[in-house]
């Protein structure tokens, strides 16, 4: 695991609810929650980890929308076949 992936992933693990999807929001969290001094390497951190979040959140859409569809309503059609059976 390189270098930016190991300590976003500690920085996660640690202060999960306090990063967002937006990246100007999460650097100044880093300057609060840890100490960086190369900007570059600030940087690459809120990068990955607003990347990260932003992943996280398309997947969990995606799951809800595909439970969603597998569990839509009964068309009026299906609901007489039924009554009629």
Do not use: C, W
């Amino acid at each position: 695991m390189n270098r930016i992936r190991r300590i976003s992933t500690e920085l996660l693990a640690a202060h999960r609810k306090e990063f967002g999807t937006d990246f100007h929001d999460n650097k100044k969290i880093l300057n609060e929650v840890a100490i960086i001094r190369s900007k570059g390497l600030k940087n690459e951190i809120a990068g990955y980890i607003t990347s990260y979040l932003r992943r996280e959140l398309e997947e969990q859409k995606e799951k809800e929308s595909e439970a969603a569809t597998q569990t839509k309503p009964i068309n009026e059609t299906e609901m007489e076949e039924q009554i009629l059976n």
